[in-house]
């Protein structure tokens, strides 16, 4: 005998048939052909979508990537979170925390080959929402000084440190 989580009185480890599970056959077999196929298709049935209303957010995204599609997707993620929140500095801020290999892309000396991610990122940060932050001591990692890079771009000291800095002030994490 075992106890079953769904029923706590014992069953026989071999039981036969019981009769739930003849009804779920019945209803099964009962079902005309096409909803029976769409039960079968999607047995959990289908999701259901709410309208949210967003506001007055505070987030920092931790960048640490290796390609222009993956820093382009971040940025996509932070402008589309800007316009849920209505677009206003006053009220949202959104801060794309930069340390790892997509560093060189905000090179000045590398804007004719990022020129089309460059004006894409520069372009986000117009508003005054969304602000591109990097880390120092990465930049200088891999040979930049705060005059090689881009000017929509502020240079902290460390990006852990100004991450943490930032959860402080209220910022939620993203990666």
């Known amino acids: 005998m075992r106890l079953s989580p769904f029923n706590p009185t014992p069953m026989r480890r071999h039981s036969r048939t019981t009769p739930s599970v003849l009804v779920g056959l019945l209803f099964a077999l009962a079902l005309p052909p096409g909803l029976a196929a769409a039960a079968a298709e ?10 949210q209303a967003y506001a007055k957010q505070k987030v920092v995204y931790d960048v640490h990537v290796n390609s222009e599609a993956a820093v382009r997707s971040v940025i ?33 000396k590398n804007h004719a080959k990022y020129r089309e991610l460059m004006q894409r990122a520069e372009g986000a940060s117009l508003t005054g929402v969304i602000e591109f932050r990097m880390c120092r001591l990465a930049a200088e990692m891999h040979g930049f000084q705060p005059e090689d890079i881009h000017g929509f771009v502020t240079l902290v000291p460390m990006a852990d440190a100004e991450i943490v800095r930032l959860q402080q002030e209220g910022y939620a994490y993203m990666r």
């Open 42 to 51: 999607a047995p959990w049935g289908r999701a259901q979508a709410v309208e």
């Open 76 to 108: 996509s993620r932070a402008v589309l979170l800007a316009d849920f929140n209505g677009s206003d500095p006053f009220d949202s801020k959104i801060v794309i925390m930069l340390h790892g290999n997509e560093i060189p892309f905000f090179a000045i």
